[in-house]
C-alpha cells in the first residue's frame, strides 16, 4: 500500500540533516524540541507517580486506625438494636467488616503531666475486622483489653509524651462529673497501659487511646457502643456505599460518616497540590512543544525551493501544510513515546532506582528519623497518564499550525527566482 506523498516527504524532512552538513543544524534543534518533549512528558509522570504514592501511603497508615464508614446515633448515646444495625450493614456487598465502638473524648494524667485524648471502646475479637491491628501493633497487643482490668492501648505518641510505658498506670478523667454534698466531683478510673501502637500518622498517635469497649461503657457511664465501623472491599466507594447505607439502613436516628468527609481538608489540599504539579510541569512541555515553531519555520524557510518545485508540479497549498504538519507531529509522537516509556520506567523501578542513588552519593532522600516512611512511594495511575500524553501531542500539534500555514503560502515564482 503506498503512502501518500505528504507522509513521505514528513518523514523524510524529520530525519534530514543526518547525512547532509547543510541542515544539521536544523536536525539537531529538532532533535532538542524531541528530547525536551519527553523529558517534560516523564517529568510529568515520575512527579505526579510519586505524589501518588505519598498519598496512598498516608491514607493507608491513617486507614490503619480510620474506619471506612462510621454509623452513630445522631444523639451520641448507646445504639438500639446494635446486632440487627450490623447484619443490616453486612448485607451490602462492599461491605466486607464491621465493629461496635464508643467514641469519646477523656484527659489522661500520669503524675502532673496532663493531656487530652480521645478514647475509642472497642471489642478485641471484632477490631481486626475492620483495623490492620497487626500493622499497627505487635500481636496480642489488642487482646490484652479484657473487660474488667481496666486496661489501656496508647498511641506512641502519647505514651511518650506522658512518659509511660507497658506495666505503669494512668488515670483517665472522664468529662462531666458526680454530684456530690461537696459538689460536682470529676469521675477518675485508673487503667494500666498494656500496649502501645503506632500507625505512622501523628494526628492519632499523640490524641488516640484504646481501651475495651465494655470497661468504657462503664467509666463514660453508657449502655453499650455508640457506633459501628465497617470496612470495604474498595475504600474509593466508600462515599456511594455511605449514600446507600443511609436509605437502607432501618430508622432516622442514624449519621453516617465516610473516611473522605473525616479527612475532607487534607485530601483536597492534596488535590490542589497535585493539581498545581501538574500545571506548572505542563509548561515544561508547552516550552518544549513550541520549540518545534522555530524548528519547523527553519525547515520552510530552507526548503522554500522544494515547495515552490511541488507547487509546480501540482501540489496544492493543503497538501504542502500537510507536509510539515506531519513533520512536527512526528517529533512531537516520538517525543511523548519516549517520554512515556521514560517516566513509566523510571515510576514502576523508583525502589531499585533511589537506593542505587542513595548509595552512589552517600546521601539519604528520606531520613527515617524525619519522615514517616523511608522508601520512596510511587503509584503510577491511568487517569494521570493518559491526560499527559494527549496534552502532549495537542500541544505539539498547536506548534506545527503557524510554520505549516505560512508553507502553504510561499509564492512559487519568488522561491525560484534565485535559483
Same mark, same amino acid.
Not at 10 to 39: E, K, P
Not at 52 to 78: C, P, T, W, Y
Not at 306 to 319: Q, V, Y
Given at each position: 500500500?503506498?503512502? #501518500?506523498?505528504?507522509?513521505?516527504l514528513?518523514?523524510?524532512?524529520?530525519r534530514a540533516g543526518?547525512?547532509?552538513?547543510?541542515?544539521?543544524f536544523?536536525?539537531f534543534?529538532?532533535?532538542v524540541?524531541?528530547?525536551?518533549?519527553?523529558?517534560?512528558?516523564?517529568?510529568?509522570?515520575?512527579?505526579?507517580? &510519586?505524589?501518588?504514592g505519598?498519598q496512598?501511603?498516608? /491514607?493507608?497508615r491513617?486507614?490503619?486506625?480510620v474506619?471506612?464508614?462510621?454509623?452513630f446515633?445522631?444523639?451520641?448515646?448507646?445504639?438500639q438494636?446494635?446486632?440487627d444495625i450490623?447484619?443490616?450493614a /453486612?448485607?451490602?456487598?462492599?461491605?466486607?467488616?464491621a465493629a461496635? $465502638?464508643?467514641?469519646?473524648?477523656?484527659?489522661?494524667?500520669?503524675?502532673?503531666?496532663?493531656?487530652g485524648?480521645?478514647v475509642?471502646g472497642?471489642d #478485641?475479637k471484632?477490631?481486626?475486622?475492620?483495623?490492620d491491628?497487626?500493622?499497627i501493633?505487635s500481636k496480642?497487643?489488642f487482646d490484652?483489653?479484657?473487660p474488667g482490668?481496666f486496661g489501656? &492501648?496508647l498511641?506512641?505518641?502519647l505514651a511518650?509524651?506522658? $512518659?509511660v510505658?507497658?506495666?505503669?498506670?494512668?488515670t483517665?478523667?472522664?468529662p462531666?462529673?458526680?454530684?456530690?454534698p461537696?459538689?460536682?466531683?470529676?469521675?477518675?478510673?485508673?487503667?494500666t497501659v498494656?500496649?502501645?501502637?503506632?500507625?505512622?500518622?501523628y494526628?492519632?498517635?499523640s490524641a488516640?487511646?484504646?481501651?475495651?469497649?465494655?470497661d468504657?461503657?462503664?467509666?463514660f457511664r453508657?449502655?453499650?457502643?455508640?457506633?459501628? %465501623?465497617?470496612?470495604?472491599?474498595?475504600?474509593n466507594?466508600?462515599?456511594e456505599? =455511605?449514600d446507600?447505607?443511609?436509605?437502607?439502613?432501618?430508622?432516622?436516628?442514624?449519621?453516617i460518616?465516610?473516611w473522605?468527609r473525616?479527612?475532607?481538608?487534607?485530601?483536597?489540599?492534596v488535590?490542589?497540590?497535585k493539581?498545581?504539579?501538574?500545571i506548572?510541569?505542563t509548561? @515544561?512541555?508547552?516550552?518544549? =512543544?513550541f520549540?518545534l515553531?522555530?524548528?519547523l519555520?527553519?525547515?520552510v524557510?530552507?526548503?522554500? =525551493?522544494? @515547495?515552490?518545485?511541488?507547487r509546480t508540479?501540482?501540489?496544492?497549498? %493543503?497538501s504542502?501544510?500537510?507536509i510539515f &504538519?506531519?513533520?512536527g507531529a512526528m517529533v512531537?509522537?516520538?517525543?511523548?513515546v519516549?517520554?512515556l516509556?521514560?517516566?513509566?520506567? @523510571?515510576a514502576?523501578?523508583?525502589?531499585? @532506582? &533511589?537506593?542505587?542513588?542513595?548509595?552512589? $552519593?552517600h546521601?539519604?532522600f528520606?531520613?527515617?528519623d524525619?519522615?514517616?516512611?523511608?522508601?520512596?512511594p510511587?503509584?503510577?495511575?491511568q487517569?494521570?497518564?493518559? #491526560?499527559?500524553?494527549?496534552?502532549?501531542?495537542?500541544l505539539?500539534?498547536?506548534?506545527t499550525?503557524?510554520?505549516?500555514?505560512?508553507?502553504?503560502?510561499?509564492?512559487?515564482?519568488?522561491?525560484l527566482?534565485?535559483?
Amino acid at each position: 500500500m503506498r503512502l #501518500p506523498y505528504e507522509l513521505q516527504l514528513g518523514w523524510r524532512y524529520t530525519r534530514a540533516g543526518r547525512a547532509t552538513r547543510r541542515n544539521g543544524f536544523i536536525s539537531f534543534i529538532s532533535g532538542v524540541s524531541m528530547l525536551g518533549i519527553a523529558l517534560g512528558v516523564a517529568a510529568l509522570i515520575i512527579v505526579l507517580s &510519586v505524589m501518588n504514592g505519598f498519598q496512598k501511603e498516608v /491514607r493507608d497508615r491513617m486507614l490503619g486506625v480510620v474506619s471506612h464508614i462510621e454509623i452513630f446515633s445522631r444523639d451520641g448515646q448507646a445504639l438500639q438494636s446494635l446486632d440487627d444495625i450490623m447484619a443490616a450493614a /453486612r448485607k451490602n456487598p462492599e461491605v466486607i467488616g464491621a465493629a461496635p $465502638f464508643i467514641n469519646t473524648q477523656a484527659l489522661i494524667a500520669r503524675g502532673e503531666d496532663m493531656k487530652g485524648a480521645i478514647v475509642r471502646g472497642i471489642d #478485641p475479637k471484632l477490631e481486626p475486622e475492620v483495623t490492620d491491628t497487626s500493622g499497627i501493633a505487635s500481636k496480642g497487643t489488642f487482646d490484652k483489653l479484657v473487660p474488667g482490668e481496666f486496661g489501656i &492501648v496508647l498511641g506512641i505518641e502519647l505514651a511518650r509524651s506522658l $512518659f509511660v510505658q507497658p506495666g505503669d498506670k494512668i488515670t483517665l478523667v472522664a468529662p462531666g462529673g458526680q454530684v456530690t454534698p461537696a459538689g460536682v466531683v470529676p469521675r477518675l478510673k485508673q487503667f494500666t497501659v498494656v500496649g502501645t501502637f503506632d500507625s505512622g500518622h501523628y494526628e492519632y498517635d499523640s490524641a488516640l487511646a484504646m481501651v475495651h469497649e465494655q470497661d468504657a461503657a462503664k467509666v463514660f457511664r453508657l449502655e453499650g457502643p455508640t457506633g459501628i %465501623r465497617l470496612k470495604l472491599k474498595d475504600l474509593n466507594e466508600a462515599r456511594e456505599v =455511605a449514600d446507600q447505607l443511609a436509605v437502607s439502613l432501618p430508622g432516622p436516628e442514624f449519621l453516617i460518616r465516610d473516611w473522605t468527609r473525616q479527612n475532607k481538608t487534607w485530601f483536597a489540599a492534596v488535590q490542589v497540590e497535585k493539581r498545581m504539579m501538574f500545571i506548572i510541569l505542563t509548561l @515544561i512541555v508547552a516550552v518544549a =512543544a513550541f520549540n518545534l515553531v522555530s524548528t519547523l519555520v527553519m525547515t520552510v524557510t530552507d526548503k522554500r =525551493a522544494d @515547495i515552490a518545485i511541488l507547487r509546480t508540479l501540482g501540489s496544492s497549498p %493543503r497538501s504542502i501544510m500537510g507536509i510539515f &504538519v506531519v513533520q512536527g507531529a512526528m517529533v512531537g509522537v516520538i517525543g511523548t513515546v519516549a517520554g512515556l516509556l521514560l517516566g513509566l520506567g @523510571i515510576a514502576y523501578n523508583i525502589d531499585v @532506582i &533511589v537506593p542505587f542513588l542513595e548509595q552512589l $552519593f552517600h546521601a539519604s532522600f528520606l531520613p527515617k528519623d524525619i519522615y514517616l516512611i523511608s522508601k520512596m512511594p510511587s503509584d503510577p495511575q491511568q487517569s494521570d497518564i493518559m #491526560p499527559i500524553a494527549i496534552i502532549s501531542l495537542i500541544l505539539a500539534f498547536l506548534a506545527t499550525l503557524y510554520p505549516s500555514w505560512r508553507a502553504s503560502r510561499v509564492n512559487p515564482a519568488e522561491a525560484l527566482r534565485y535559483e
